[in-house]
């Protein structure tokens, strides 16, 4: 993957991560939240900031299940997120309670973009 910061290097990362799948259930109202997207029908700057929230959160490293076996809050949102890029593909299924703190603000940026969707 392209790390470099000029307009062919944006193609380049747009297209290594491809998709990101964000479900979204739980909760006090229990409405579930789904959201596919492919970054390359996002615009550049959209798609920046998805690709550098995936980077920084080290998406692939995080361990698939960060669930606790018994959790106390009982109207906490629970999350599965599969990101595919090029021939890799990762799922991470993580609550509000367990949610590694790197991961939290693509989690909050695909929910901000889940709830514009809806509208």
Known sequence: MCLCRNGNANKEKKTAMTTITFERTGGFGGQPVNLKIDLAT????????LQNLILTSNFFEI???????????????????TIEANRSRHTVHTTDTTAPDNLRPLIEELSKLAKAQSK
């Open 42 to 49: 996002l615009p550049d700057d959209q798609a920046q900031i």
């Open 63 to 81: 361990p698939e299940n960060t669930t606790a076996a018994f959790s106390s809050a009982r109207d906490e949102f629970k999350y599965n997120l």
